[in-house]
Every structure is written in structure tokens, then in C-alpha cells.
């Protein structure tokens, strides 16, 4: 059965630090998205991605992130330079593209700790 | 703007009993509605959809959910409770146009004694 990954599992940097998780989507996925959650929060929406371009970010999505999709199947969030506040478990999601009827699969997430 | 909120942080249940999540939505829009299961150290899992064929759903390992417009209410259920099925459950709501950001709830951790 296809699945999103994602890579790395933890990952650990210092503040100020410029950090990129990786995530790869399922490979007939059109729609991309970002969440996160912080240590005992709820899950927060980041980031949708289609057509090569961000279609909606949230607040918390602002000038430090950026996603981008290199190739044909990679789909990356950079943090350019990382605060104590960014650490949490990102996770990684995609959705085929059925209008209205497309469930979202997520990947297992990245913790990233920011020190 | 849409909402989502889980009535329960902790839900404590005896193995072979009932479950029951509560949740309730807020939607300017005919939304649609999800429960994702995630257990420790793992990823989110859909465990059942409501977009807007029939209003009680059925998922995976014997859960199903009820949507109820009048109520704005779209609790989960399961008639026996196993001891895999501890985890934390959330509830999602999204738009059904568009691009579809999920918007989730605060959770509902699932404890299951033998």
C-alpha cells in the first residue's frame, strides 16, 4: 500500500539553525500539505502546496518557512532560522486531488527539537 | 471560519465496553468531517470520513460515527473496546471546496484497562 514518508525521524539543531525535513507524497498526489503540533497541543496547519505553488499558509507560516517541490517526488519544509518555539512533530500529508471526497494521508512526522 | 471541539481530553473504558468520543464542529460551509486515530510514536491514521453521503459512517476496526446536522455533532463509537485500541483520537473538520486544510481538534486520549 502506498504511503507518505518522511525523513528524518528526529531531528535535533541549534537555534538559529537552518533545518529541512523531507517528505516524500504518494507518487499520484496532487495536493501537499504541512502540519504541526506542538508537545501536548492540538495539530495546527502550516502550508498547502499545488500546481508548484503555496495555495494557503496559515500565521504561523511566515518569512522563516518556506516549501518548495525540487523534483518529482520530494516535498520540502525549510525553517531558515530555527527558534526554541519551532520545536514539535511536523507532519507531512497528501491528497490525491478528488474534489470534495479526497482524504488527506499523513506521514509518521518529523520531531524536530530546536535547542 | 471552522471549528472543532473535543468534549473529553481523557476517555477511560474497560476492554470489551463501549466507546465513546465526543465531538462537536462549527462550519460556515457544508463541511466534511474525519476521525484520525494516532497511537504512540506513530503517525496519523484515518479511521473514518463523512463528506455527505450517509450521515452514520463506518471506518476501520469496528468504529463509526454519526453525523448529526441538528446538532452539529459527530461523535465516535465502537460497541466492544479492545486493548489496541488506545490512542489518541482527533476529530477534523475541512471544507469540502477549495484546498481543504484539515482543521483538528484538541484530541481525546483513550485509555483501555483489561
Known amino acids: 500500500e502506498p504511503e507518505v514518508t518522511q525523513t528524518p525521524s528526529h531531528q535535533v539543531t541549534q537555534m538559529g539553525q537552518e533545518v529541512i525535513l523531507r517528505c516524500v507524497p504518494i507518487?499520484?498526489?496532487?495536493?501537499f500539505y504541512w502540519y504541526r503540533q506542538i508537545l501536548g497541543q492540538k495539530v495546527e496547519f502550516l502550508v498547502s502546496?499545488?500546481?508548484?505553488?503555496?495555495?494557503?499558509k496559515s500565521e504561523i507560516f511566515d518569512d522563516q518557512f518556506s516549501v518548495e517541490r525540487p523534483d518529482g517526488s520530494n516535498f520540502t519544509l525549510k525553517i531558515r532560522s530555527t527558534k526554541l518555539e519551532d520545536s514539535a512533530m511536523y507532519f507531512c500529508a497528501s491528497r490525491q486531488g478528488l474534489a470534495g471526497e479526497g482524504e488527506q494521508f499523513f506521514g509518521p512526522g518529523t520531531r524536530l527539537t530546536v535547542l | 471560519a471552522q471549528s472543532v471541539t473535543q468534549l473529553d481530553s481523557h476517555v477511560s473504558v474497560s476492554e470489551g465496553t463501549p466507546v465513546l468520543l465526543r465531538c462537536n464542529y462549527s462550519s460556515s460551509y457544508s463541511p466534511s468531517l474525519f476521525w484520525y486515530v494516532q497511537h504512540p510514536n506513530k503517525g496519523l491514521q484515518l479511521l473514518l470520513k463523512y463528506t455527505s453521503a450517509a450521515t452514520l459512517v463506518k471506518g476501520i476496526n469496528g468504529f463509526e460515527a454519526e453525523f448529526k446536522k441538528s446538532e452539529t455533532s459527530f461523535h465516535l463509537t465502537k460497541p466492544s473496546a479492545h486493548m489496541s485500541d488506545a490512542a489518541e483520537y482527533f476529530c477534523v473538520v475541512s471544507e469540502k471546496a477549495g484546498f481543504q486544510k484539515l482543521v483538528f481538534g484538541t484530541g481525546t486520549r483513550l485509555l483501555v484497562s483489561p
Open positions: 507518487s499520484n498526489h496532487l495536493y
Open positions: 502546496f499545488y500546481n508548484n505553488e503555496i495555495s494557503e
